[in-house]
Structures are given as C-alpha cells and as structure tokens.
C-alpha cells in the first residue's frame, strides 16, 4: 500500500450518492494491525483504511501535512473522514488540519490515552510520573521504533542517560499474545526498568471507528 492510498479501495466515479456511506480511516501505522482486526471483527465493510508511516513520530511537526494531504487525496471519494492519530506532538497543529478540512480525529493526546482511556490515562500518569509505555507496536518494533533511533546499540552509555528519571515500563497490551508479553518484557530488561503490565484492549479506537457506522 503506498501512502495515502486505500486498503480497501472503493470503486466509484465521485458523485455524492457513488460515495454515500463510505468512510475513510487515516490511520498512524503503529495503529493498523488493530484498525484491520476491529474492521473484521465487527464487519465495518464500509470502512477503509490507509495508513502514515509510524515513523513520523520522529518528526511529528510533519504530521499536519501529511494527513492534510491524504485527506485532500481522498476527499472526493469518500463521505466522511475519521482520523486515528491523537494530537501526537503537533502541539495543536494536527487540529488546526481538521478545522480546515471537516475531519474527525479520535479524542486524546496520543494513544496511550486512547487505549487506556483518557481519565484513566491521567490518573495513570497522576499515580507514578517517570513511565515509558509501550504498546503492542511497540513491543513489536522496539528495535527499530526505539533502540535504533535513540543509538542505544552503539552508544550503551546512553541509556541512562536517557532513562535516569524512569521508575517502569508499563505495557498497555491490546491483545492476549504471550510472546509480545515475553517482547516487552526484554524491553524493559534492556532499558534497566521494572516492567508492568495492563490490558487495555483497543480502548477507545473501536467505539471511534463505530461513529462512521452511526453517521
């Protein structure tokens, strides 16, 4: 799938009743794996779905543009258009994006809020500061999402650099898999943090990606 083209493309020649009832889903990669299960779980045919690279975490002043530009991409195909990314660092630039083009983004600053729940996720962060979270991405893709990016293989010394004011590595698990539990539990080892676990689910993700059914 290239960026910003559909996973499930829709057939349709651009007129209001071709598109009526089809809803696109932009989506942060770290978040497809779980967006694609709730699709089929709850049989949101309606629904597609494409996808930014996670990568832009990195960088997340490049966000706004790149969901502006695959919303303005899709905007003639599709009758509604639902966000996945929280605000993610973009310091209120994302929602700057959303007031001009009429999309909806799910509610929270990022999603450990909106897995977790976003009052839960306060009073998380109330109860212990110093946390790193991971989530089923994550854990998954801690090498390269994490290690690589902070140099942690070649400059060792950095860790507790970078992790000095760390208490735990919390990993908030959407799904019941046991070797992405075994994953996070070697991430917390190589960070030098107690580990921590919830089960979250998908949180608030999935009553989101319902609106699109309700609208």
């Known amino acids: ?51 930014l690279p996670a990568k832009l975490h990195n960088s997340p002043e490049k966000i706004p543009d790149e969901v502006r530009r695959a919303i303005l991409k899709n905007a003639d195909t599709y009758s509604d258009i639902l966000i996945a990314y929280g605000d993610c660092g973009t310091g209120g630039l994302l929602d700057k994006v959303l007031e001009e083009t009429g999309a909806r983004r799910i509610d929270g600053a990022h999603c450990y809020a909106f897995f977790t729940g976003i009052d839960e996720f306060d009073q998380m962060e109330d109860d212990q500061l110093g946390t790193f979270y991971l989530t089923d991405f994550l854990a998954r893709h801690f090498q390269t999402m994490v290690i690589e990016p902070l140099g942690l293989d070649w400059h060792l010394h950095l860790r507790d650099m970078y992790f000095a004011h760390y208490t735990r590595v919390l990993y908030l698990a959407q799904t019941d898999d046991p070797a992405l539990e075994d994953a996070a539990r070697r991430a917390a080892d190589r960070l030098g943090l107690p580990f921590e676990m919830r089960r979250t689910g998908y949180g608030l993700l999935q009553p989101f990606l319902d609106k699109g059914q309700a609208d």
Do not use: Q, W
Not at 33 to 51: F, G, S
């Open 1 to 51: 799938m290239l960026v910003g083209e559909p996973l499930f493309p829709v057939e349709t020649d651009g007129s209001a009743d071709d598109k009526a009832g089809r809803v696109l889903v932009i989506a942060c990669g770290a978040l497809a794996r779980e967006i694609v299960a709730i699709r089929e779980k709850n049989r949101l045919d309606h629904l597609d779905i494409t996808c």
